[in-house]
């Protein structure tokens, strides 16, 4: 049995990340939560634990060029599925988190709302996802600094809508989002 999250569907710039996780049930997985309810410390944790004990993880990224032609609904959905086409062994059933199924598998899924909060591998799935982006949007931070990437990982906060107002979009922006599609006509009308 595999979970399956993703993480970055809110953000307006960076991609959407989605892990499947399978752990043994024999394991203690004390802590192991929702990754927006555990502190960065305690994430890095869990994922150097699942990396170390879960019997098979592999994650996904789906960038945002094809967060923009799919959509961040479909694209969180293709994350999924390549995350669990990437499992080094295949799973008979995926639980995945949220309401909708993901497209194309070949095994047995069900949907369960409130998912990573809920069942120990999607929670573990939700903080490998969390961290694996994390880490990407710290690695890119260099490469556009003027964005404070690094510090609110693509988020619309108040720091990275002022750098969208003062520096327009950059190709890690998400086109096709209100914020960033304004700002992009407001420079290009």
């Known amino acids: 049995m595999a979970g399956v ?4 569907r809110g953000p307006l710039a960076g991609p959407v990340v989605a892990a ?9 997985w004390d802590g192991v ?17 699942v990396l170390q004990d879960a019997r098979a993880f592999a994650w996904a990224v789906v ?19 390549r995350a669990i086409a990437r499992l080094p062994l295949a799973p008979d059933l995926v639980l995945v988190d949220g309401n909708d199924p993901v497209p194309g598998l070949a095994c047995r899924q069900r ?13 573990a799935a939700s903080v490998v996802a969390k961290v694996v982006r994390d880490r990407i949007m710290e690695r890119l931070d260099p ?13 619309g906060t108040p720091e990275h809508l002022a750098a969208l107002d003062r520096f327009g979009p950059c ?8 914020p960033v599609r304004v700002q992009r006509m407001a420079l290009f009308p």
């Open 20 to 28: 499947a996780v399978v752990l043994d049930a024999g394991c203690g």
């Open 111 to 123: 949907s369960v709302i409130s998912g990573d909060a809920r069942l120990l591998s999607v929670a």
């Open 63 to 81: 960038g945002s060029r094809t967060i923009d032609e799919l959509n961040i609904r479909q694209a969180s959905l293709e994350a999924m599925r």
């Open 171 to 178: 190709p890690l922006h998400r086109f096709s989002f209100a």
């Open 33 to 49: 939560n929702d990754s927006k309810k555990l502190s960065p410390a305690a994430r890095e944790a869990i994922y150097a634990r």
């Open 5 to 8: 999250d993703e993480v970055g």
């Open 143 to 155: 490469v556009w600094p003027d964005y404070g990437f690094a510090r609110h990982k693509g988020y």
